[in-house]
């Protein structure tokens, strides 16, 4: 089974080896497009992420803020109506 494994390896390696040479290329210089495409995919998604969490973050703020401002308000509503005076005749 390893055996197996390694042959698969080693015949993957030649493939891109040989690949690369047709081309007048280094297989390195073949293969560092594709991982520098994979990385900046992998960091546009990690941020996409992180603007994610930030905005979930900043919406539960303001929610909570608005909440305590309509609790507030709503106090001094309730206050203003029992502090009232009657209306004189």
Known sequence: MQVTKTLIALTVA????????????????TVAPAV???????DKKADHAKHDVKA???KKHH???AKKEAAKDEGKAEVANTIA???AK
Do not use: R, Y
């Open 85 to 87: 005076p009657a209306p």
């Open 63 to 65: 929610e909570a803020k």
């Open 36 to 42: 520098a495409e994979q990385k900046a995919a992998a």
């Open 14 to 29: 030649a493939g891109f080896a040989s690949a690369a040479f047709a081309q007048n290329a280094t297989p390195a210089e």
């Open 56 to 58: 979930k973050k900043e």
